[in-house]
């Protein structure tokens, strides 16, 4: 997932360094917008776009619903007591005029927006998940913040039911920090001395071509297996990388950090970042570790712990689709080259609680059965 490397001194790293922490320049990072005097007034495009990935097989093409061209989409920061407002502009084509039976979805291109994790109100223009904003159609969404709201790290993303699972495999989903003020884990002297990283993890789903796939036009019932009970295609089963039998086989799964596969961050020997890791996936359970290295965790979904939770090097943090977590990460004092990884789901014992409890060898799942990520995209 990265790569993370430190040392004493580095060379052609971009300026706005401090002397004990490293340039992040070669890290990527979302575009950051904050709020100003207690407003944060911003515009979220959806739009089919093209970006390139690169990993050891060369670059690849992908094609898909994105939040204003790419993906993942900007990092909005607000505080308590702040109003978030959004013009959300739905550049679409127009939805197709296929005709589907049952339960199938249909309206591949209508949009909305969910602030995950926030207290907030879910009527009106807010965050309404039964808003519904058609192809070539501008709405605005207003969110007001509480001024006693908690501090910590949550995620925006659609939520039309019948084509959420599509905008996720595009990577259509953005972290939000609520950061907080005096009396919060932001104004831990530690915390608010270590340097923010946002790391989302995605993972883009696309065709052979390329392209971010809706559903199977063969399939016959709901699932995400090429083989629902034996009987026949399940809606996505193709398109997320289902071995077997399927109208497009076994396709690619990219899995990308910040929009990049196997991004490097450098840190200074003894720095202390503090870690905000979102997994915006489509149904994919992460098992995130650093083999070597502990991890510190002090929020779990935007939710400050009462004491800092120190797993062991290599022991995984078990994130599912749309949890956050944060850490403070220490780099050791000598140089030296990590890797942030997510686990073999199928072969590692990890528990679904940071505190360790009953450990043991999991499966992930999307409706059905969830298979290990294609060998070339791991």
Same mark, same amino acid.
């Given at each position: 997932?990265?790569?993370?490397?430190?040392?004493?001194?580095?060379?052609?790293?971009?300026?706005?360094?401090?002397?004990?922490?490293?340039?992040?320049?070669?890290?990527?990072?979302?575009?950051?917008?904050?709020?100003?005097?207690?407003?944060?007034?911003?515009?979220?495009?959806?739009?089919?776009?093209?970006?390139?990935?690169?990993?050891?097989?060369?670059?690849?093409?992908?094609?898909?619903?994105?939040?204003?061209?790419?993906?993942?989409?900007?990092?909005?920061?607000?505080?308590?007591?702040?109003?978030?407002?959004?013009?959300?502009?739905?550049?679409?084509?127009?939805?197709?005029?296929?005709?589907?039976?049952?339960?199938?979805?249909?309206?591949?291109?209508?949009?909305?927006?969910?602030?995950?994790?926030?207290?907030?109100?879910?009527?009106?223009?807010?965050?309404?998940?039964?808003?519904?904003?058609?192809?070539?159609?501008?709405?605005?969404?207003?969110?007001?913040?509480?001024?006693?709201?908690?501090?910590?790290?949550?995620?925006?993303?659609?939520?039309?039911?019948?084509?959420?699972?599509?905008?996720?495999?595009?990577?259509?989903?953005?972290?939000?920090?609520?950061?907080?003020?005096?009396?919060?884990?932001?104004?831990?002297?530690?915390?608010?001395?270590?340097?923010?990283?946002?790391?989302?993890?995605?993972?883009?789903?696309?065709?052979?071509? @390329?392209? /971010?796939?809706?559903?199977?036009?063969? $399939?016959?019932?709901? +699932?995400? #297996?090429?083989? *629902?009970?034996?009987? %026949?295609?399940?809606?996505?089963?193709?398109?997320?990388?289902?071995?077997?039998?399927?109208?497009?086989?076994?396709?690619?799964?990219?899995?990308?950090?910040?929009?990049?596969?196997?991004?490097?961050?450098?840190?200074?020997? @003894?720095? /202390?970042?503090?870690?905000?890791?979102? $997994?915006?996936?489509? +149904?994919? #359970?992460?098992? *995130?570790?650093?083999? %070597?290295?502990?991890?510190?965790?002090?929020?779990?979904?935007?939710?400050?712990?009462?004491?800092?939770?120190?797993?062991?090097?290599?022991?995984?943090?078990?994130?599912?689709?749309?949890?956050?977590?944060?850490?403070?990460?220490?780099?050791?004092?000598?140089?030296?080259?990590?890797?942030?990884?997510?686990?073999?789901?199928?072969?590692?014992?990890?528990?679904?609680?940071?505190?360790?409890?009953?450990?043991?060898?999991?499966?992930?799942?999307?409706?059905?059965?969830?298979?290990?990520?294609?060998?070339?995209?791991?």
């Amino acid at each position: 997932m990265a790569a993370l490397m430190f040392a004493k001194a580095f060379s052609g790293c971009g300026g706005g360094s401090s002397s004990n922490s490293a340039p992040l320049a070669s890290f990527p990072q979302p575009q950051l917008q904050m709020s100003v005097n207690g407003v944060l007034n911003t515009t979220l495009t959806t739009q089919i776009a093209a970006n390139m990935l690169t990993d050891t097989s060369g670059q690849h093409l992908v094609q898909g619903p994105t939040y204003n061209g790419a993906f993942p989409g900007p990092t909005f920061l607000v505080h308590p007591g702040d109003t978030l407002n959004i013009n959300l502009v739905n550049n679409f084509p127009p939805n197709p005029q296929t005709s589907r039976t049952g339960a199938f979805p249909a309206d591949q291109y209508i949009t909305n927006l969910h602030t995950h994790g926030l207290t907030v109100s879910p009527l009106g223009n807010s965050d309404n998940i039964y808003n519904a904003v058609p192809p070539g159609t501008t709405f605005p969404i207003s969110v007001k913040i509480p001024s006693n709201h908690r501090a910590g790290t949550f995620w925006y993303h659609p939520h039309v039911h019948g084509s959420v699972t599509y905008s996720f495999l595009g990577g259509m989903a953005g972290m939000l920090i609520v950061q907080g003020g005096p009396g919060s884990i932001d104004a831990v002297p530690e915390v608010a001395a270590a340097r923010n990283v946002v790391m989302v993890f995605q993972v883009i789903h696309t065709l052979f071509n @390329g392209v /971010v796939g809706y559903v199977d036009p063969q $399939a016959m019932q709901m +699932g995400s #297996t090429a083989i *629902v009970n034996g009987t %026949g295609n399940g809606l996505w089963g193709p398109y997320l990388g289902t071995a077997g039998i399927g109208s497009f086989g076994n396709t690619p799964a990219y899995y990308t950090t910040n929009g990049v596969i196997n991004p490097t961050l450098h840190m200074r020997p @003894g720095e /202390v970042q503090h870690w905000r890791l979102l $997994a915006a996936t489509s +149904g994919e #359970t992460l098992l *995130v570790a650093i083999p %070597g290295l502990p991890m510190n965790v002090i929020a779990n979904d935007g939710e400050t712990i009462p004491n800092i939770l120190t797993l062991p090097s290599g022991t995984p943090y078990t994130m599912g689709s749309g949890q956050r977590v944060d850490l403070l990460i220490q780099a050791p004092l000598s140089a030296g080259t990590f890797t942030l990884e997510s686990l073999p789901i199928t072969t590692t014992s990890s528990s679904v609680t940071p505190q360790g409890i009953a450990p043991e060898v999991h499966t992930a799942k999307n409706n059905e059965d969830f298979p290990e990520p294609n060998a070339t995209r791991w």
